[in-house]
């Protein structure tokens, strides 16, 4: 009896590369909604963090996918990490790519906010934003748009790669999601009114004593979040988080650091993105 062939591992057809704080996730919402695409709910970061748990822990996230879905995922910090394009280039060389890009002074701020809701930074953005000062790098390089793009680009086809812009998802959801869709070999859907996975950086939150407190319990907690009474009583503590401004010398020294980086990205993409660095911020 001849041997029937050994299926291979079921893998990605697409991912989501990043920038962080860009609305990836408002992208992997409107994709993990659309029936003809599978993709796994956490990010599974496996090109970049977690390359040492070897090829059968990254395959596992896609165990559920029906055979004639599209597949994909969604790992923010591949663009920025010096490794993933190599690495995907090595295991997913056919990859469909998708970069989406924001004005990188307000997703450094952004991702300063993300840090400082989880009482991970002072209230004083100078010390973070500002390059000879920062501890943490990511809130500046991980903007330098250009420099990962150029990365990618040493080992994909720029026609492999789609970039779309924060600015475009803000002005024409539906299309950019259609170009996406396009992109990925999908049939197109409508942009849906974003829903529970997307956290806002204007969300209530509990306070901070009372978050750190209640952390070795949280995960007792993750059931009941989405159920009425649970959130009520949430809401009887959660409050607007006060987040310290970015002021105008800082934006001005912000965009002295990215002019460079946003006058190279420019001439990749054949458009002027120099509004980036005069512009005022842009909320999701």
């Not at 907690?221 to 009474?229: F, G, H």
Request: charged fraction near 25%.
């Amino acid at each position: 009896m001849k041997e029937q062939p050994v299926p291979g591992p079921t893998l990605p057809n697409f991912i989501v590369i990043g920038a962080a704080k860009s609305a990836t996730t408002w992208i992997n919402y409107q994709l993990q909604h659309n029936p003809c695409i599978f993709m796994p709910g956490p990010e599974p970061h496996y090109f970049s963090t977690e390359f040492h748990r070897g090829p059968d822990w990254y395959e596992d996230f896609f165990a559920a996918a029906d055979a004639d879905q599209v597949i994909g995922e969604k790992s923010a910090d591949y663009l920025a990490h010096p490794e993933a394009a190599r690495r995907i280039a090595q295991r997913l060389p056919e990859a469909r790519l998708v970069v989406q890009l924001r004005n990188p002074i307000d997703r450094a701020y952004s991702d300063y906010c993300m840090f400082f809701r989880r009482g991970a930074v002072t209230p004083h953005p100078e010390r973070y934003l500002i390059r000879s000062e920062t501890s943490i790098p990511r809130f500046l390089e991980d903007g330098l748009y250009f420099r990962h793009l150029s990365r990618f680009l040493d080992f994909f086809p720029r026609e492999q790669i789609s970039i779309i812009l924060y600015d475009d998802i803000k002005s024409r959801p539906d299309e950019v999601i259609g170009q996406v869709c396009d992109h990925i070999g999908a049939p197109r859907t409508p942009s849906l009114k974003v829903g529970g996975p997307v956290k806002f950086k204007e969300a209530p939150m509990l306070p901070l004593a009372l978050r750190r407190l209640l952390r070795p319990v949280k995960h007792l907690a993750e059931p009941w979040r989405q159920n009425s009474w649970f959130e009520a009583a949430r809401s009887k503590f959660a409050r607007p988080v006060d987040y310290p401004p970015l002021t105008d010398d800082l934006r001005r020294r912000l965009s002295e650091y990215y002019a460079y980086d946003v006058a190279e990205l420019s001439k990749m993409l054949g458009r002027d993105m120099g509004c980036w660095l005069e512009a005022e911020p842009q909320e999701a």
